[in-house]
């Protein structure tokens, strides 16, 4: 799996980078089918303060299956990379759970 982490408006951190790697990663090793994780992180208006605009983009590319994007604006980086994994993890059960049940119905069918 390829994984690109970009900041945009601001330097990456160490720290963030941290926390790309721990929420995403870890959970992506699981799945086989991962090809590119591309991250991006954004502070929407760099240059006023507060307010909702820490923006974490995914693009999750997967052989053999259209890619997946999420995205969460958060008023914290880290809550918007927490978010955004936490839906990815959610979409890719989902998605495995659909796959799975496409299967049993499959092997329920009749031989004719």
């Known amino acids: 799996m390829s994984i690109n982490i970009q900041a945009r ?3 990456l951190t ?6 790309v790697r721990t929420n995403f990663v870890d959970m992506l090793d699981a799945y086989q089918n991962v090809s590119l994780l591309d991250v991006r992180l954004e502070d929407i208006n760099s240059s006023h303060h507060g307010g909702i605009d820490k923006r974490c ?3 999750l590319k997967l052989d053999s ?3 997946l994007v999420m995205r969460s604006t958060q008023n914290d980086m880290y809550l918007a990379i927490k ?3 936490s839906r990815l993890k959610h ?4 998605n ?4 799975q049940n496409y299967q049993l119905d499959k092997a329920d069918l ?3």
Do not use: I
């Open 110 to 112: 009749p031989l004719t």
């Open 83 to 85: 978010h955004c994994a």
């Open 96 to 99: 495995a759970g659909k796959q």
């Open 65 to 67: 299956e259209p890619s």
């Open 14 to 19: 160490r720290a963030l980078e941290s926390a």
């Open 57 to 59: 983009q995914v693009v």
């Open 91 to 94: 979409t890719l059960r989902r």
């Open 9 to 11: 408006g601001f330097p």
